[in-house]
C-alpha cells in the first residue's frame, strides 16, 4: 500500500546548529511534496512544498531536496532556533486526479539552547 | 489573509452521543479535506470533497458522515460515538490540488 514514513522519531539539535529531518515515499507516482509543522495542539504549518519535476527548493532558512530515484525527500534547517521545536510531518499527493496528502510519521525535532 | 477556519475548537461528549464538526475553507478553494490525528499519530484522511461532491474516502468509520454546502463549509458528523474516536479532527483546502492549507483543528473527547 501508499505510505510515506520517516527515518527518526526524534532528533536533538543545538541551537544554532544545521537540522536535517528524512521521510521515504512509497508512491512512485506521487507528484507534490509538503513538509508541515505541528506544534502540540496546533494544525499543521506548512513549510515548504516542492513538485516532482524539482529536485531541490529553498525557502527562508529551510531546503527541501527531492531524490526520486530513491523515492527520499529531507528537509534541511539552517541555523536552528528554540522555535523551530516542534513535529515535522512530509506528505505527499497521490499522482494524477488523486488529491489527498499522505501523511508520514512525524519527527520531533528538539533544540537545545 | 482568510485561512481554514474550524469549529468548535474543542467538544466534549459522551459515548454513544453525536457530534457536527464544522470547517470554513479558504474562499476559492475547491476542494476540503478531513483529517484525523490521534495522540502522537500522523494525520489520518478520512474523506474529501471538491466542488462540493465527495471525491475522496479514506479510512472514514461507517459511524461517520460529511457534506460540503453550497457555500463550501463542510460538516463532519459523527454518531455513535465511542472513546476511540477522541482525536484531532482537521479540515484543510486547497485548489487544484495544491496550496494546501490546514485549520487549527477540533479537538474532541468522548468520556
Known amino acids: 500500500g501508499e505510505s510515506v514514513g520517516l527515518h527518526l522519531p526524534t532528533l536533538s539539535v543545538q541551537e544554532g546548529d544545521n537540522s536535517i529531518i528524512n521521510c521515504a515515499y512509497s508512491n512512485s507516482a506521487s507528484d507534490y511534496f509538503i513538509w508541515y509543522k505541528q506544534e502540540s495542539g496546533k494544525g499543521p504549518q506548512f513549510i515548504i512544498d516542492i513538485r516532482s519535476n524539482m529536485d531541490k527548493r529553498q525557502g527562508q532558512r529551510v531546503t527541501v531536496l527531492l531524490n526520486k530515484t530513491v523515492k527520499h525527500l529531507s528537509l534541511q534547517i539552517a541555523a536552528t532556533q528554540p522555535g523551530d521545536s516542534a513535529v515535522y510531518f512530509c506528505?505527499?499527493?497521490?499522482?494524477?486526479?488523486?488529491?489527498?496528502?499522505?501523511f508520514g510519521k512525524g519527527t520531533k525535532l528538539s533544540v537545545k539552547p | 489573509a482568510a485561512g481554514v477556519i474550524q469549529s468548535p475548537r474543542h467538544l466534549i461528549k459522551e459515548k454513544r452521543e453525536t457530534a457536527t464538526l464544522k470547517c470554513y475553507p479558504i474562499?476559492?478553494?475547491?476542494?476540503v479535506y478531513w483529517y484525523q490525528q490521534g495522540p502522537g499519530q500522523d494525520p489520518q484522511f478520512l474523506i474529501s470533497?471538491?466542488?462540493?461532491?465527495?471525491?475522496d474516502k479514506g479510512s472514514i468509520p461507517d459511524r461517520f458522515s460529511a457534506q460540503q454546502f453550497s457555500d463550501y463549509h463542510s460538516e463532519l458528523n459523527m454518531s455513535s460515538l465511542e472513546l476511540g474516536d477522541s482525536a484531532l479532527y482537521f479540515c484543510?483546502?486547497?485548489?487544484?490540488?495544491?496550496?494546501?492549507?490546514f485549520g487549527s483543528g477540533t479537538r474532541l473527547t468522548v468520556v
Open positions: 470533497f471538491y466542488e462540493k461532491m465527495q471525491s
Open positions: 474562499p476559492r478553494h475547491d476542494t
Open positions: 484543510a483546502s486547497s485548489f487544484a490540488n495544491y496550496g494546501y492549507t
Open positions: 506528505a505527499a499527493k497521490g499522482g494524477g486526479s488523486q488529491g489527498n496528502l499522505i
